[in-house]
């Protein structure tokens, strides 16, 4: 086996150890000494790899994002993009274990001000950056930002519900079907009666 596979695997291992763990003891409860044990390997090994916990987790929610499918935007219409992305966004976001983490991160964030940081500075620009840079063109200027935050509010909308222990997530049809309700009113409003 070549060395660059053998960090490879023992990198996988340290991190499926560190999310057993994480989602089983807490952040706070995790620790390094725990993760090595848990993984097989030595703690020094565990901080050659990841040289604190904070790492260690950012890795943990990066490693996330490596295990599923790359999204870029493409030529087709603005609508047929946007739906496109939120199928995509929303897929990932409604996976029982994406939803069992940032669980983890709402809950414990209040005592880890790291587990919020990591939250802003790595789970969300990710997505965010793709959605901003593809509505600069279509948008007036200086609206792409809020109007991303939006977009993803209104994908993002059932999560709290799922959160708070109303479900593991959502099947592809209902991911379908919120997609286009999202969609729909992201391009042109609520239609009320005035």
Do not use: C
């Amino acid at each position: 086996m070549k060395a660059a596979e053998k960090y490879r695997l023992k990198k996988t291992t340290i991190l499926e150890a560190a999310e057993q763990l994480f989602l089983g003891l807490g952040y706070m409860g995790t620790t390094m000494d725990a993760v090595a044990d848990e993984a097989g390997v030595t703690k020094q090994t565990v901080y050659r790899y990841f040289p604190s916990k904070v790492a260690l987790f950012s890795a943990l929610i990066g490693h996330f994002d490596e295990d599923e499918m790359e999204f870029f935007f493409g030529e087709a219409a603005a609508a047929e993009e946007l739906h496109r992305y939120g199928l995509a966004f929303l897929t990932r976001h409604m996976q029982p274990r994406n939803l069992a983490l940032f669980r983890l991160m709402i809950a414990e964030s209040h005592d880890s001000s790291e587990l919020g940081d990591i939250f802003r500075t790595q789970a969300q620009p990710h997505w965010s950056g793709r959605l901003i840079a593809y509505l600069r063109p279509h948008v007036p200027k200086g609206r792409a930002e809020g109007l991303a935050q939006f977009y993803n509010a209104l994908l993002l909308s059932k999560r709290t519900f799922l959160l708070m222990g109303g479900g593991e997530g959502m099947s592809p049809a209902e991911i379908r079907l919120h997609v286009d309700q999202a969609l729909d009113l992201f391009l042109n409003g609520a239609p009320l009666n005035r």
